[in-house]
């Protein structure tokens, strides 16, 4: 069994009830999930706590040896005002999403990074008015997590004039 926080990076329907959710774990890093009954009357909740960008917790049934795992339980760890109904939040978030989507490959554990994701998707929602540069400044941080964080200019002045 797994128990761990995580964030949803992509979700895929699979058959008329069921859902192959991405998710980006604090213990695992980027691990994949089926779960059945997703869309049925029954659990009306479920799809909404399974949309992008969720912080969720889930206990799952997890084995090193496959690729897709099953979901026991999954709820919301982290509920958003801003990132769900504004199109502008939204829209960052979405970058946000798809830039780590496309950098994550492995799924090893990055706790650094998933703190660093978590935080930046909360700022986000938690911002009174938004920044215009917010992905810019999201990406040179995000930049370090991946060994090429760039030079200050004072630092390159003075590599320059060596």
């Not at 912080?55 to 999954?74: D, F, G, M, P, T």
């Amino acid at each position: 069994m797994l128990s761990t926080k995580g964030i949803i990076f992509r979700t895929v329907r699979y058959s008329e009830s069921s859902l192959i959710v991405e998710v980006f774990t604090q213990e695992k890093g980027l691990v994949s999930f089926f779960m059945n009954g997703v869309f049925k009357k029954a659990s009306l909740r479920l799809p909404s706590i399974l949309q992008l960008a969720n912080q969720i917790e889930l206990v799952a049934y997890y084995n090193e040896s496959k690729n897709l795992h099953r979901i026991k339980e999954v709820s919301v760890s982290k509920i958003y005002t801003r990132i769900n109904q504004d199109i502008h939040y939204s829209a960052i978030s979405t970058f946000i999403l798809e830039i780590s989507r496309q950098c994550i490959r492995d799924s090893s554990a990055h706790p650094e990074l998933y703190f660093f994701l978590e935080n930046s998707l909360t700022k986000l929602d938690d911002a009174q008015t938004l920044d215009s540069n917010y992905h810019i400044h999201f990406l040179v941080q995000f930049s370090h997590y991946f060994g090429f964080f760039p030079f200050q200019i004072t630092q390159i002045r003075e590599i320059v004039l060596i």
